[in-house]
């Protein structure tokens, strides 16, 4: 014998069942609004744990979390000059949840200096925000008693190609690229795989010179193991009162700074990319940010997605045209 729902009890069960269709249909084809807080968002450092760039970012991911609620992650990709992280992003879910810690190597010099880069810094990115912008400080290890710029360009004239200088960046190893050039020396360049690396080997001796940031080679400067000849940019830093530029020594017109912005692959939504952007602006108001910068001799860079366009494509243009007169 077969049972029949009554009127209301059928319309009761068809009712319940279109809401549950209804409602698994919806959450698939409208996902929650960006950001879910219930998501983390990766920020992809495509350099070494404790470099000026690592600490500025965990600074803003900490800000973002307080001042949000979403849960921003640091996370370190280094290695063959910043391009495997930067790679790691370009190949990601342009959905906003990767996003990438990009800079000056890994925008501009990376096209230039690698012989085969595995992206397209224009075509495979949108840029969201501008971070910063630093200037660096050559150093010396204990390999070597010169304490000045003089010194060091004395010596290289003496024995061209014997001093070594170490690099992690293709930032950092132009700005002594340049520096050679411009002071008409010669020195050997030895590669490392990141700038915290680089540091570690001029401290024990394995190279002589090395340019970096300012947070990376201060707890050398307090243990004695380096010592800082001259900055790199067109003024003195805060964080080195006391060491002069190089300029100041006798390079005249030499001047080298690096900036950092956020990427996300392209494909990104542009309300997505609107909202990083907010969050990201927000953040740098904020005293973690504001400490970090301080204490890395770095300048907030201010820019939004059409002013990092325009400086990428002007960088790319004048560099370009720089490196082909260096060779």
């Keep these: 014998m077969t049972t029949f729902l009554s009127g209301r009890a059928a319309v009761r069960s068809a009712a319940r069942f279109f809401a549950v269709a209804l409602l698994a249909i919806s959450t698939?084809?409208?996902?929650k609004a960006f950001p879910d807080?219930?998501?983390?968002?990766?920020?992809?450092?495509p350099f070494g744990v404790g470099s000026g760039?690592?600490?500025?970012?965990?600074?803003?991911?900490?800000?973002?979390?307080?001042?949000?609620?979403?849960?921003?992650?640091?996370?370190?990709?280094?290695?063959?000059?910043?391009?495997?992280?930067?790679e790691f992003v370009k190949n990601a879910a342009p959905d906003g949840y990767t996003v990438l810690f990009g800079n000056l190597s890994t925008h501009i010099l990376n096209v230039y200096m690698l012989p085969k880069l595995s992206y397209d810094p224009?075509?495979?990115?949108?840029?969201?925000?501008?971070?910063?912008?630093?200037?660096?400080?050559?150093?010396?290890?204990?390999?070597?008693k010169i304490r000045t710029?003089?010194?060091?360009?004395?010596?290289?004239?003496a024995e061209p190609g014997k001093l070594t200088f170490a690099s992690g960046t293709t930032s950092t190893r132009l700005s002594v690229e340049m520096f050679q050039q411009m002071a008409h020396i010669k020195m050997l360049s030895v590669p490392?795989?990141?700038?915290?690396?680089?540091?570690v080997g001029l401290a024990g001796g394995e190279v002589d010179f090395l340019v970096t940031d300012v947070s990376t080679a201060l707890p050398y400067f307090k243990n004695g193991r380096l010592r800082?000849?001259?900055?790199?940019?067109?003024?003195?830093?805060?964080?080195?009162?006391?060491?002069p530029t190089i300029s100041e020594q006798g390079v005249e017109n030499y001047e080298f700074s690096a900036w950092h912005a956020l990427f996300v692959p392209t494909g990104t939504p542009p309300d997505v990319v609107g909202e990083l952007a907010r969050i990201f602006r927000d953040a740098a108001r904020s005293q973690y940010v504001a400490d970090a910068l301080k204490a890395?001799?770095?300048?907030?860079l201010d820019m939004d997605t059409e002013q990092l366009k325009a400086r990428i494509r002007a960088d790319l243009d004048g560099w370009g045209t720089r490196l082909r007169a260096m060779k």
């Design 228 to 243: 800082p000849l001259g900055t790199t940019g067109r003024t003195r830093l805060a964080a080195l009162p006391d060491v």
């Design 37 to 45: 807080k219930d998501r983390p968002v990766r920020i992809v450092v």
């Design 149 to 157: 710029i003089g010194e060091l360009i004395e010596a290289a004239r």
């Design 192 to 199: 490392y795989k990141t700038q915290s690396q680089a540091a």
């Design 28 to 31: 698939q084809a409208f996902p």
């Design 53 to 86: 760039s690592d600490t500025v970012m965990r600074a803003y991911a900490r800000a973002v979390n307080e001042q949000t609620g979403i849960n921003v992650i640091v996370e370190n990709k280094a290695g063959a000059e910043g391009s495997i992280g930067t």
């Design 296 to 300: 890395n001799s770095c300048e907030g």
């Design 122 to 144: 224009v075509a495979d990115f949108i840029p969201v925000t501008g971070i910063s912008n630093v200037a660096l400080v050559l150093n010396a290890g204990p390999s070597t």
